[in-house]
C-alpha cells in the first residue's frame, strides 16, 4: 500500500521568503502522479501543482516548484516570495495511474505566512 | 469554483440518525470521489464510483455507503450516526472522457457533518 508522510506538522515563513514543505512515499509503483493541494482557513481543497513521476523535470507554477527525487521517494514543496494568503495547511498526495484512482494523502502541514 | 457542487454546506443531526450527502461532479467527470476530513487530520478516502459502479473502496465503515447515479451525481449515506462521524466529508471529481488515468481530483467545498 502507498503510503504518504508529512514530517513537518507545523511551519512558519516570513513574507516574501522562501519556505520549503517536505514529503516522502513510499510505492513499488514505477510509474505515478504526485499532487501537491492547499487548504486555507475557509477549507476548501485547492490544487496547487502536480507531478508526474516519468518527467524527470521540476514541475513549477509560478511561485510554487516542486523538487522531485524519485529514487529517494521525495516530493518538496517550494513557495518563493511567500504571501499571506499562503497560510494555510497543505497536503502532498499520491495517486496511482490507471482510470479512477484514488489519491493518497499525508498528514498535512500548517504553513503560516507572517507579516 | 471547482465545478463540484455539494450540498448541503452543513448538516447537524443527532446520534442514531441517517443522513444522505449529495455531490454533482464537474462537467464531463465520470469519476467522484468521497473523503472524510476529521479535525485538523488528513483526508482519508472512503469510496470512489466510476460511471455508476464502484471502482475503489477505502476505510469506509459498514454504516457507510454511496452510490453513483446515471446523470453521474453521487450521493454518500450515512446511517447509526456516531458522535465520531462528525467530521467534513469531501467530495471530489476528475476523468473526463477520454482521460488517461492521470487526472488531478478536483475538490467541492465539503459538507461539515455535526451530530450532537
Known amino acids: 500500500a502507498q503510503t504518504v508522510t508529512q514530517s513537518q506538522p507545523e511551519m512558519s515563513v516570513q513574507e516574501a521568503e522562501t519556505v520549503t514543505l517536505s514529503c516522502t512515499y513510499d510505492t513499488s509503483e514505477s510509474n505515478y502522479y504526485l499532487f501537491w493541494y492547499k487548504q486555507p482557513p475557509s477549507r476548501q481543497m485547492i490544487l496547487v501543482i502536480r507531478q508526474e513521476a516519468y518527467k524527470q523535470q521540476n514541475a513549477t507554477e509560478n511561485r510554487f516548484s516542486v523538487n522531485f527525487q524519485k529514487a529517494a521517494k521525495s516530493f518538496s514543496l517550494k513557495i518563493s516570495d511567500s504571501q499571506l494568503g499562503d497560510t494555510a495547511m497543505y497536503f502532498c498526495a499520491f495517486m496511482k495511474p490507471g482510470e479512477g484512482n484514488d489519491m493518497r494523502f499525508g498528514a498535512g502541514t500548517r504553513l503560516t505566512v507572517k507579516p | 469554483d471547482s465545478g463540484v457542487t455539494q450540498t448541503p454546506k452543513h448538516l447537524i443531526t443527532a446520534t442514531g440518525q441517517r443522513v444522505t450527502l449529495r455531490c454533482s461532479p464537474r462537467?464531463?467527470?465520470?469519476?467522484v470521489y468521497w473523503y472524510q476530513q476529521s479535525l485538523d487530520q488528513g483526508l482519508q478516502f472512503l469510496i470512489q464510483?466510476?460511471?455508476?459502479?464502484?471502482?475503489a473502496k477505502g476505510n469506509i465503515l459498514e454504516r457507510f455507503s454511496a452510490q453513483q447515479f446515471p446523470d453521474l451525481h453521487s450521493e454518500l449515506n450515512l446511517s447509526s450516526l456516531e458522535l465520531g462521524d462528525s467530521a467534513l466529508y469531501f467530495c471530489?471529481?476528475?476523468?473526463?472522457?477520454?482521460?488517461?488515468?492521470?487526472?488531478?481530483?478536483?475538490f467541492g467545498d465539503g459538507t461539515r457533518l455535526s451530530i450532537l
Open positions: 462537467s464531463g467527470d465520470l469519476s
Open positions: 464510483y466510476y460511471n455508476g459502479e464502484e471502482r
Open positions: 471530489a471529481s476528475s476523468g473526463g472522457a477520454g482521460a488517461v488515468g492521470n487526472q488531478p481530483q478536483h
